[in-house]
């Protein structure tokens, strides 16, 4: 899916759980609505979640890309060894910051971001 597609579904989930909420309030059961915000943030966080690995994931895939005058066994390794289905591993998901992440493209990347 495209960005514009990405940024529609999950502006799309908001405004129909909003209408849907809309719709229970006169019914007043708080605790169905209640259910219904549960729900929704989870499925809201993982939908996130989903959008920026895959935004992430194909912006260093295109860096590779351009970088490499898109040389199909380049882009292909880093595809099938660092990207697919590796995405967790970019981060320490305990950590308060995406130094792991920068820290792969060198000591001096890091120390660039740091300043930012």
């Not at 490499?68 to 060894?81: G, H, I, Q, R």
């Not at 130094?99 to 120390?111: L, M, S, W």
């Amino acid at each position: 899916m495209t960005e514009p597609e990405m940024d529609n579904i999950i502006e799309r989930m908001i405004k129909e759980h909003n209408q849907l909420m809309e719709h229970l309030q006169p019914i007043g059961d708080i605790s169905l609505q209640s259910r219904l915000n549960n729900a929704f943030a989870k499925t809201l966080l993982l939908s996130a979640a989903s959008y920026f690995e895959d935004k992430i994931t194909n912006s260093v895939i295109q860096v590779f890309q351009d970088s490499t005058n898109n040389s199909d066994a380049l882009v292909s390794f880093v595809k099938n060894k660092a990207a697919t289905r590796r995405y967790h591993e970019w981060f320490s998901w305990d950590a308060k910051n995406a130094n792991r992440f920068f820290r792969a493209f060198g000591e001096g990347f890091i120390e660039a971001m740091n300043k930012n």
